[in-house]
Structure formats: structure tokens, C-alpha cells
């Protein structure tokens, strides 16, 4: 007799829209995954990647049993090993480090999974306790989130659902059909209703092609932009004097400032027209309400934590957030009263207060010889490929005095270089709870299926480490569902409400700022921060140009950015075959006329290159690329690069403006045809 369940979960990948999902089981096997129609934010609706959950689950190059390196690292040759070995050899090594100086451990994740419990409980109790170095986890998007804490007080804005009854909606620095689908519905129902939709973005995003117009302007000069517009604001008195009297601070300085950037600053700055920049200044300050869905792509350059506090004040100028359809949204995930201590237990340092690695700066950390990391345990992250300045990071994952642990549910570029690879459950197999950085809603997700082979999840393998290393607490006794119910108060989520239905909507009101109430020092928009001039910095936002403007040499002229291939999501989903055949190759687009200059033709292999490395892959001429700009979609496993890199052997370890994050997008190459710099060598 046939058995099918349903069984209700949450997809784990970071991204904004964290969907609700179904699964249907028939005797123990995952043979249908859905969107939850029940869920109103996610209305039966799965991307393209995450409908192919199931594909990846069943991968037969599914990790399932434990192995440990056989060959030379990087080499990928390993042999299977009893879990009881893996473990207890581990926890030896960890215990013999410890004994010396714990802080050369170095836990290394990521939004693998952005769960809650499968990322952030029981392992940071393990490396607390352990008293291991602390990870600075700025890999995406702390510029923007501490640019957003600045000025508004947190992750904090309107809610996603709104934009749907917005007149005129800026769409700044993301390509929403690709990395957001469900705002994009909301977005092309304000479209229908007669909004105006406006994409800026220096790539012709598939989302440009379906707004009303397209800025195109040049990578890192967000912040001239926003001050552009302030300046037509106010020298139209397109403002709305109430609002910034009573709900802003620092408006005298800030005024001051964006009256010294006319349009025609701007443009030169931005490489746009200027009447591009008048006509949507015009528009956002005589239309009511307007909206602005703001993304981390644009905050991955040197200024770029400037830029997100500059476009972050545009709304209270026009009184924005008086409507429950007017404001901003960058990301959600302030609103959520997650208990972050219940889940990662602080208290285990027991006043210990080690030091801090930056993981945009893994590869420098990894050839410190002077602080050295002597081992590195990697989860939910794949820091070969992701990280910054690959060379580097390659030649630190390739020392043989590094020990390394990487739990996993593949053979990635990292796992290649591990001495133990373990085995790690998916989403379809292991309990978890969500919050969302693109909605209201916490979401449970259950397992639909027992784990393959030997797989285990992240919080089983560190109670066992626990276990073998003597720690005794109570807390790593906790199982999983106990730490789903510990990240929220009974008083915040019912849980029994996600378990019946698998969310759980936060109960907030529907313009939360419209009279002021922001979560900053003052209550209101901070303008000015003097958190930031106590820091001795400046406390208003500024322009601050990239290390590596567009235009700047002559050796590198071309500015690169590294956006996301459609298919993939950062490097999950390049191993599933049917998603990497719709991809075909690493790629980079190129402008016809940069190409022309250059004798590159659609389709041939180009070297891409600067004074950090370089990158073999195919090139595509195309009209997504803005002349002096080209985009190395990402990200590849380098293993299955043509060379065996990715675009990461190009970017940068410097470092943004404020919080710390990577620069990205702030990178100057050159490209040449591979046959042309095969025939020069």
C-alpha cells in the first residue's frame, strides 16, 4: 500500500523571499516540491533553482558517508572512514590546538542555509565554548545592513507587500526577476495599476528590460546619484518640511552637502545623462507614494556603506513613509526579535574575548605567519570559490600544516582541500526555523525525508565534537526542535501555529514611520549619525569613490562587477546538471564596442586579467554591458572553470567603507582574446 505525505518547510538559500514550501512524500521518497499556496508571500511560486530542490537532494554526487584525504590537498582523493574515526580524530587535533592557543580555530559559515538552527546554534555554542576565534561574517551584506542601522536605526523598512500600491517604485541595485520573483510581483501589479518602474543598475538586468526605464549607471557611484537627487529636491522645494522637522536629524549639514552636487556633477560621475537624473527627480518628488527597493548589490565598493546611508535618507525628504506604500526596503530582518543568545549562548566565552577574522579577508588570515589559523572548520559556506582574491585563498586552503574540516552535502572547491569532508543533511532532511530578510513571516521547516546514506546535520556533528571534547553543558544536549522553539519567545511567535501551517506572520503596523518612531538613538531618521562621528568618522553620508574607479588606468579600463548567474545562487545549484545546462559556461558579457576595440568576437574564450590574476572564460557580446563595463556572472566552482578559476581570481580583499564587507564590484581588469595571449606568451 502506497503512503504520501505532505510535509511543510522553508527554503534555506539567502534569499529575500524565503518561500514557503511543500513536499510530497510517497514511502519515504521526496517526489514533488511545491510553493505553499497557502503561504500569501510565496502564493504557490518557486524559483527556477528551487524547483529543482529535489534534483539536488537526489544528486548522485551526494556526499554520504564521512571521508579523509587520501592525496594532496586540493587533489579531491579521499577514503571513506567510520564516523567514530572522522570524529574522534578530530576532536583530538581540536583538543591538542586548544591546549596551545584556541583562537588559531576558525570556524568559517555562512548563508549556506540561512536557518537558524541548522546556522547558528549549536556550532557557535561549540566554538564559544571552545573559546576559537570569532568570525566577522561581512561576505554580503553588512556595508548596506550597518548603513541601514545608521540611518534608520536596523534592517528596517516597509513591508514587501506594499509595493504593489506604490505610484512610482525605484528598483536600485537589483535584478528582481532573477534574486527577489515574489517582490517582483508585487512590482508588476503596482505596473498594471499604473505605476512607474525605474531599474538602476549598471547591468541591463533581465528586471531593466521590464521597467519603464533603465539608469545605467557606472559601478560605485550610488551615493552621487542619491545626492543628485536631493539636489533637485531641494532646489525645486519638492520636500516635505514637516517630516524632515519633526522625524529627521541632521538636515542642515545634508543639505548642505547634496547642493554640492548639481545633476550635471552627477552625471559625469555616474556616466548618465543629465536629464535622466532630472526627470527621475522630478518623478520621485512629485509622486505619492514612491518606493524604494533597494539590494546589496549596489554596497559591494569601497563606499559602498556611504551609498546605502545616502539613498536611505531620500524617503524621509519627500515625507515618504507617511504611507504604507512609500519608503524603503533594503532588508527585513531587523523586525524579527530573534533570541540569538537562547540559540548561541554568548555566555560560554565565560569572559574570554578572542579575536575577530574578517571572512572577506579568509585568504590573507590563511597566510598569516605571524597569527597563523592552524585549523579551519567550514560549513555552509564554500570560501574557495566565494571568497575574494582566489589566489590567495587557494594557496591558505593548500597548507599542509592547515588542519581542515568541511561539512558538506558535495565535493566543492573547498571540500577538495579538507582533510576530513563530512557529510551534511539538506533542507529535506533536518528541522529548522527561518526569518526572512524580504517579509514578515517565520517559517519552520520540517523534515520531508530520512538523510541519505550517512548524512548527518550541522547541529548533530557539533553535539558530538561537544561530546568528545568534554563539554558537559546542558545546552549541547538540546535537540533540534528545542532550538527551533528557543530562537523566538512564546510572546513574539506561536509555534504552534508554525507547526500547523509552517509560518507565522510578526504582528507589525502597516507604515510604521510615519510619524517618526525609527529604532535609531533619537527616534528619528539620522541624517547625521553621531555614532559614526564618535568613531571619528564623518556623520553624514558622502560620495566616497571606489579604490578602483571606472576609467582610472590604463593597464585595467574596464570596470568589472560580478553579479549572480540567474541559475545559480551564490555557488549552491552549479553542480545541479539541468540548471549548469541552462548556464553552459563561465561567462563574461561584454559591450560591442569594448569588444570591437579589443578583436573579440561573440563566443570566443578571453583571457580577463589584472594585477591579482586572471580568468579564461567565454565571451558573450551583448547588450546587457554598458560600454567600459563588463560582468563576469558568478559564481563557478573553479573546478569547472576553463582554467580551473572563477571571476573571484580577480576581485579585491579591500574592504567597504562601513561594516567591513567585500568590494566585489570594485575591481578594474582588462580582457584580450585567449588565442591572442597564447600567441604573446
Known sequence: MTLETQVLGACPHDCPDTCALVTTVRDGVAVKLQGNPAHPHTAGVLCTKVSRYIERNDHPERLVQPLKRSGPKGSGLFEPVTWDAALDDIAARLHVIKGNNSEKIVPYSYAGTMGLVQGESMDRRFFNKLGASLLDRTICSTAGGEAL?????????????????????????????ASNLHFWRHAQAAKRAGARLVCIDPRKTETADKCDEHIALLPGTDAALAFALMHELIVNDWLDHDYIERYTVGWAGLRERALQWPPSRAAAVCGVPETQIVELARAYGNTKPAAIRLNYGMQRVRGGGNAARAVACLPALVGAWRDRAGGLLLSSSGLFPVDRAALQRPDLLAGRHPRTINMSAIGDALLDTVNPIEALVVYNSNPVAIAPESGKVVAGFAREDLFTVVLEQFQTDTADYADYVLPATTQLEHWDIHFSYGHTDVMLNRPAVAPRGQARSNTWVFRELAKRMGFDDPCFADDDETLCRAAFSAEAVDFEALQTQGFATLKLPDAPYAEGNFPTPSGRCEFFSARLAAQGQDGLPDHVPNYEPAGSSKEFPLAMISPPARNFLNSSFVNVRSLRAIEGEPLLEINEADALARGI????????????????????????????????????????????????????????DIGRGPTFYDCLVEVESAAEAAVAS
Open 149 to 177: 542601522g545608521l540611518t534608520l536605526g536596523g534592517k528596517v523598512g516597509m513591508r514587501v507587500e506594499f509595493f504593489a500600491n506604490a505610484k512610482l517604485i525605484l528598483i536600485w541595485g537589483s535584478n528582481s526577476i
Open 601 to 656: 568576437v561573440d563566443g570566443a574564450t578571453v583571457r580577463v586579467f589584472n594585477q591579482r590574476g586572471e580568468h579564461r572564460c567565454r565571451a558573450e557580446v551583448s547588450r546587457r554591458a554598458r560600454p567600459g563595463v563588463v560582468h563576469g556572472l558568478g559564481i563557478w566552482w573553479r573546478k569547472l572553470g576553463l582554467d580551473g578559476t572563477n571571476v573571484n581570481q580577480l576581485t579585491s580583499q579591500r574592504l567597504t
